[in-house]
């Protein structure tokens, strides 16, 4: 089992930045991918960046130059600094890990924290 703690949502004027971080605790040996979704109202979840504990990174088209994730493996925690902040931008932001034990994938995922960029 794998517990994820997001902090660090709010209300941020358009242009402005936040960052987000999440800690994993339990089995976090197991993590192969951690990053991070979101969803916004009446819309389907969607990614916006995972690395991989080999350094390997993916980001969602929208957010491509704009945000940055990163990983501190010896705090278990990954970070999400989002700059040039949208509206489009609005949504709860989910952090997600997948684990690999004995080629057995299970993912977790975060409480969610809420991002609200106003214009």
């Known amino acids: 089992q794998v517990q994820l703690v997001e902090s660090g949502g709010g209300l941020v004027q358009a242009g402005g930045s936040l960052r987000l971080s999440c800690a994993a605790s339990g089995s976090v040996f197991s993590i192969n991918h951690m990053g991070w979704y979101r969803q916004a109202p009446g819309k389907q979840r969607e990614l916006v960046a995972v690395m991989s504990s080999g350094g390997s990174i993916n980001y969602g088209d929208s957010v491509k130059g704009r945000f940055t994730i990163s990983r501190d493996n010896t705090e278990n925690t990954v970070y999400l600094q989002m700059n040039s902040l949208k509206p489009e931008d609005t949504a709860v932001y989910y952090c997600?890990?997948?684990?690999?034990?004995?080629?057995?994938?299970?993912?977790?995922w975060g409480q969610g924290t809420q991002v609200t960029v106003s214009s």
């Open positions: 997600a890990a997948v684990c690999l034990i004995l080629n057995q994938r299970s993912d977790y």
